[in-house]
């Protein structure tokens, strides 16, 4: 039930980019993502909902295919302040259900 | 604007004993959520509350009892504290139905450890 993200884990250079993806086994109606730096908590980036457009945030954007049930967030020349742990979170009835997290480094 | 505050921060527990973790948010929101965060595993729900004096079960509510006796309180209690529970525990808060288009406030974290 728990939505899956990919990778895991990811390493990066400082102004390299990456795609984390989030892949729900249940009809998704909105996606949120959230990044969470170490030992703090998860604080809120976008909300993607069902048929609206691709969002942006800085150079972190972020995509939802209804139909694959599926959400990516994209991050663009990556800064050191990108590093952290992002959850994507999917909508059920009254409940919230967070993805299991992808670590993501970023290196000077 | 202190938006959602847990107490306590750190806890240490014997096996079997009990405890509260209270939750408190002002800003007047409906929707409050209890979450536990495990290496690997990302964020649990265990237990939410859609309204004052409503309460209903998350993904891994065995264990842990919640109360919502007050729209701005919401509590989360271990009656008998297992090994398992150690974990940091989370709370949300929100304004809309299932998030919806609304963001979640989180608070800073209790990190449990039962011995």
């Known amino acids: 039930q728990q939505p899956v993200q990919s990778p895991q884990a990811v390493i990066l250079r400082e102004g390299e980019d990456a795609v984390i993806n989030c892949s729900s086994s249940k009809a998704l109606y909105s996606v949120h993502w959230y990044r969470q730096k170490h030992g703090e908590a998860p604080v809120f980036l976008m909300i993607l909902l069902k048929g609206g457009e691709q969002k942006g945030h800085d150079k972190i954007s972020a995509s939802f295919n209804e139909k694959k049930q599926q959400s990516s967030l994209y991050l663009t020349a990556s800064q050191l302040s990108y590093s952290g742990t992002y959850f994507c979170?999917?909508?059920?009835?009254?409940?919230?259900?967070f993805g299991t997290g992808t670590r993501l480094k970023v290196l000077a | 604007n202190a938006g959602v505050t847990q107490t306590p921060k750190f806890r240490v527990l014997k096996t079997g004993q009990s405890m509260t973790l209270l939750c408190a948010q002002d800003m007047n929101h409906e929707y409050m959520y209890w979450y536990r965060q495990d290496p690997g595993m990302g964020l649990r729900l265990i237990h939410y509350?859609?309204?004052?004096?409503?309460?209903a079960k998350g993904e891994v509510p065995d264990g842990y009892n919640v109360s919502r006796l007050k729209k701005q309180n919401f509590l989360l209690g271990l009656e008998s504290a297992a090994p398992s529970q150690t974990s940091v525990y989370f709370c949300?808060?929100?304004?809309?139905?299932?998030?919806?288009?609304?963001?979640?406030?989180f608070g800073q974290g209790t990190r449990l450890t039962v011995v």
């Open positions: 979170g999917t909508q059920g009835t009254y409940k919230y259900i």
């Open positions: 949300a808060s929100s304004q809309g139905a299932g998030w919806g288009n609304t963001e979640a406030f």
């Open positions: 509350s859609v309204g004052e004096g409503t309460t």
